[in-house]
Structures are given as C-alpha cells and as structure tokens.
C-alpha cells in the first residue's frame, strides 16, 4: 500500500496549487481520504476530507471556500485544490487514508485516525 503525493511548490499570494495524492494496492474511492499539513513548528492540521464514494466532503474553517478536495476513480487519485492562497498556508501538505472505514460515511479529523500516510509536498506562498 502507498500514496504518493505530489504538486507542491512556490506559488505567490493569490495563487492557485493542484496536489495529487496516487495510491497504488488499494482503491482508494472505497474509503475515506485526509489531507494534513505542518507548519514548521507547528502541530499537524487536519486540512480537509472525503468520505468512501465521494459522498461527502469537508473542510478546516481556515480554508473553507478555497480549497476542494476531490477523488478521480480512474486514476484512483484524491486532489486538492488550492485557490486564493495565502502565506498562512505554507507548510508540509500530507495525504493519509484511513482503510478501517471501508464504505464509511464519514471521514476524520484526527491524524490518529488514518493509518497510511503519503510522504508529503512543500506548498510555500511567498511574494
């Protein structure tokens, strides 16, 4: 089982970011999917997440409206996109998903909760 998260990177403030999170052994649209982030010396923030199917979708205040969090069943990818950024978002960006969940309705906040990990992208918002 892996995840594989990509397309971190400098934006400037008000730009946009897509990340990718690949996962490969397990499909991914039967379980709930987390994105994460870590400031640099800050705790690990729950960002937003999925349900299994897509049905619903979730967001931390400080990014509701921005930010979206999708699945793609063929590519077996979860996306996050990342508009009107802001400084305030840099960080380390982790994908994780929790495979106890199969079919769940619901998806966590707790990093505890989610049990595979992808190994993170840097997002830096700088001007």
């Known amino acids: 089982l892996q995840l594989q998260a990509s397309g971190g990177g400098l934006v400037q403030p008000g730009g946009s970011l897509r990340l990718s999170c690949a996962a490969s052994?397990?499909?991914?649209?039967?379980?709930?999917m987390g994105w994460f982030r870590q400031a640099p010396g800050k705790e690990r923030e729950w960002v937003s997440c999925?349900?299994?199917?897509?049905?619903?979708?979730y967001y931390a205040d400080s990014v509701k409206g921005r930010f979206t969090i999708s699945k793609h069943n063929a590519e077996n990818t979860v996306y996050l996109q990342m508009n009107s950024l802001k400084p305030e978002d840099t960080a380390v960006y982790y994908c994780?998903?929790?495979?106890?969940?199969?079919?769940?309705?619901?998806?966590?906040?707790?990093?505890?909760?989610?049990?595979?990990w992808g190994q993170g992208t840097l997002v830096t918002v700088s001007s």
């Open positions: 052994g397990f499909t991914l649209n039967y379980y709930p």
């Open positions: 999925i349900t299994s199917v897509g049905r619903g979708t």
């Open positions: 994780a998903a929790n495979l106890r969940m199969f079919a769940g309705t619901s998806c966590a906040r707790n990093p505890s909760e989610y049990e595979h």
